[in-house]
T-cell receptor, first 112, second 115 residues
Framework: AQTVTQSQPEMSVQEAETVTLSCTYD???????LFWYKQPPSRQMILVIR??????QNATENRFSVNFQKAAKSFSLKISDSQLGDAAMYFC?????????FGGGTRLMVKP | GAGVSQSPSNKVTEKGKDVELRCDPI?????LYWYRQSLGQGLEFLIY????????KSGLPSDRFSAERTGGSVSTLTIQRTQQEDSAVYLC?????????????FGPGTRLTVL
């Protein structure tokens, strides 16, 4: 069975600064995918970034990047130049087959 | 194009009543998923449909929960004899492909409150 753990229930960052959200996972699969989703108060889950486990290169999407450490089963999200619109719940998720397994989420607050 | 839609947006019901939640996936998406998000927690997988294959029901918490997908498109999640612990946001997602690589697109969810 897959498990995903987010150890930071809440994080705070100053606008324009950088913040890193942590995620660890456990899986017996060799081929899988990892995701970070953003959930604003509207409840709409929005995909932020995706990483294929077979790729060594860390994924990057504009201000968002990941630090994928496969051996350590760690998948952290770095948000650079934080903006007020980044405030939301962030969920780390793992997919090795049919469904996503989610962590408990990290609430990110952005201070102006 | 239109995204995943869900109805109703909010549902308040009394304990013991049955409820039906609807999901309209993105046109052409063969895979459809239901998840449950309890207050302040992550999402919990409930059920997965892929084309005409038998659904993966491994996440359904009890036999009071059932789901169907008609014509490979619209899906309905039914909860019978609702209990207070069923109160949660129920999220539907669809994807174009099966398996881990396919991005899942989520609907806005239905917030269910059982009094």
């Amino acid at each position: 069975a897959q498990t995903v753990t987010q150890s930071q229930p809440e994080m705070s960052v100053q606008e324009a600064e950088t913040v890193t959200l942590s995620c660890t996972y456990d899986t017996s699969e060799s081929d899988y995918y990892l995701f970070w989703y953003k959930q604003p108060p509207s409840r709409q889950m929005i995909l932020v970034i995706r990483q294929e486990a077979y790729k060594q290169q860390n994924a990057t999407e504009n201000r968002f990047s990941v630090n994928f450490q496969k051996a350590a089963k760690s998948f952290s999200l770095k948000i650079s130049d934080s903006q007020l619109g980044d405030a939301a719940m962030y969920f780390c998720a793992h997919n090795a087959g049919n469904m996503l397994t989610f962590g408990g989420g990290t609430r990110l607050m952005v201070k102006p | 194009g239109a995204g995943v839609s869900q109805s109703p947006s909010n549902k308040v019901t009394e304990k013991g009543k049955d409820v039906e939640l609807r999901c309209d996936p993105i046109s052409g998406h063969t895979a459809l998923y239901w998840y449950r998000q309890s207050l302040g927690q992550g999402l919990e997988f409930l059920i997965y449909f892929q084309g005409n294959s038998a659904p993966d029901k491994s996440g359904l918490p009890s036999d009071r929960f059932s789901a169907e997908r008609t014509g490979g498109s619209v899906s309905t999640l039914t909860i019978q004899r609702t209990q207070q612990e069923d109160s949660a946001v129920y999220l539907c997602a669809s994807s174009l492909t099966r398996g881990g690589a396919g991005e899942q697109f989520f609907g806005p969810g239905t917030r269910l409150t059982v009094l």
